[in-house]
């Protein structure tokens, strides 16, 4: 084996190394998710150097500096960074938005609406690229496939999802099957399948190349309103369903692996951590759970909400939690040891109905009924910035992959790109 580059990987911070192994070029990754603003670049080589083979000492220094790189990505995102201002304001849709997303160059945006399209967007120019067309009713879930991002999933309340090519604007595949609004859809990790989430009860698996149906899902009593598969290798699958349950799949065997039960009101969101070893669900019975998804049993409940809890993320590392409520506010917990409460942020006036950190995890984005976005200090809880202007509900916001671009999207028809 020769290793021949390293690669970085920002969030969560990792390294890749690129080595040839009898003629094949191979990718093996390396999670840092521990490294932060204070750790010790040259120990943490040093200690890379004495178990991976591949690192020898002619490349050591190399590596420092990678690893010096990645420091100073992280550092450079931080609560006391540069303020964020309107970029461009896009003029989306005749009726309002579901959601929306970057893809991984931050370069282009994709936006969801009632008025059953799908938009893609130049995120520089502010310009409509292409607009998806094809569905006959509401656009409900829209998303990428990370990290190519040529291909794009929509999943309608028409019961059927699509796959499009974005830069053509063609509609390469109907998924069809479902007897129900499709909620939620997403590609797998390697983009070699797709999976969704109905009204019906199911969850579907279906081939991204041939948008054949692989495998139907059942078992859930209730609507499935949330899946996602596990970041790394997608052979796992979650589904939150109505029914107060959260089901865990194999995507190669047709039964379920398990079922996590616990709540005692509907799952209003569910997501795995960076290396799959949990999983977070948020319930309308006013509590968060967090999970071992590998044996499947309940590590903590958190009830500090005083009403619904609405979304739930993990930031990049894995090593926190964040939940948003109907209480008006969003809080973020310590998932390593005794999910400790670390910060509690209040202010807004209205539900609080999407959360996500930002990519070093420095900061906390908050989307509310309120009409305003907030960008939050996750250390102290402190409000760092308010995101005002909309003139309707914001239900979605997402940050860049770089950190350096927020999208929120609002029932006045528009969304906002800010820098």
């Known amino acids: 084996m020769k290793l021949l580059k390293f690669h970085l990987r920002y969030y969560p911070p990792g390294i890749i190394l690129e080595y040839l192994q009898k003629g094949i070029v191979k990718n093996k990754d390396i999670d840092l998710l521990d490294l932060n603003c204070n750790s010790d670049t040259k120990e943490i080589a040093h200690k890379l150097y004495q178990r991976e083979l591949l690192i020898t000492e002619d490349v050591r220094e190399q590596l420092e500096q990678c690893l010096d790189t990645l420091k100073k990505r992280i550092e450079h995102e931080g609560p006391t960074g540069k303020r964020f201002y309107i970029y461009k304001t896009l003029q989306t849709h005749v009726l309002p938005l579901t959601n929306v997303c970057f893809d991984k160059n931050g370069t282009r945006c994709l936006s969801g609406s009632y008025d059953r399209t799908c938009k893609v967007w130049d995120v520089e120019s502010g310009k409509e690229l292409k607009s998806l067309t094809g569905h006959q009713n509401v656009v409900y879930s829209v998303g990428f496939n990370f990290p190519a991002c040529n291909r794009v ?37 390697k983009g070699e399948h797709v999976a969704t989430g109905s009204m019906d009860h199911l969850a579907k698996l279906f081939d991204a190349g041939t948008g054949a149906e692989i495998k139907t899902y059942s078992g859930h009593t209730a609507e499935v309103i949330a899946l996602q598969f596990d970041p790394n290798e997608g052979h796992r699958l979650i589904t939150g369903s109505f029914d107060g349950t959260i089901s865990l799949w194999d995507t190669r065997v047709k039964e379920r692996v398990s079922v996590l039960r616990g709540h005692e009101g509907e799952i209003s969101n569910v997501q795995f951590n960076w290396d799959s070893s949990l999983v977070g669900s948020a319930s309308l019975d006013g509590s968060a759970r967090l999970w071992d998804a590998r044996n499947s049993t309940c590590l903590a409940t958190v009830a500090s909400h005083t009403d619904e809890v609405l979304d739930i993320c993990f930031d990049w590392a894995g090593q926190r939690m964040a939940t948003s409520s109907s209480d008006c506010s969003a809080r973020v917990y310590d998932v390593r040891s005794d999910f400790k409460e670390l910060a509690v942020m209040k202010g807004h006036r209205e539900e609080v109905s999407k959360v996500c950190f930002s990519p070093a995890g420095g900061c906390l984005l908050t989307a509310s009924a309120d009409r305003s976005a907030r960008v939050w200090n996750t250390t102290t809880g402190n409000c760092v910035q308010v995101l005002s202007g909309h003139q309707g509900e914001i239900f979605s916001c997402a940050y860049s992959y770089a950190g350096d671009a927020i999208i929120t999207a609002s029932k006045d028809n528009t969304c906002r790109i800010w820098r």
Request: charged fraction near 15%.
């Open 153 to 189: 999933i929509t999943g309608s309340f028409d019961k059927t999802a699509k796959i499009w090519e974005p830069g053509t604007g063609e509609c390469l595949a109907t998924l069809w099957g479902h007897s129900g609004e499709v909620v939620a859809a997403q590609f797998s990790p």
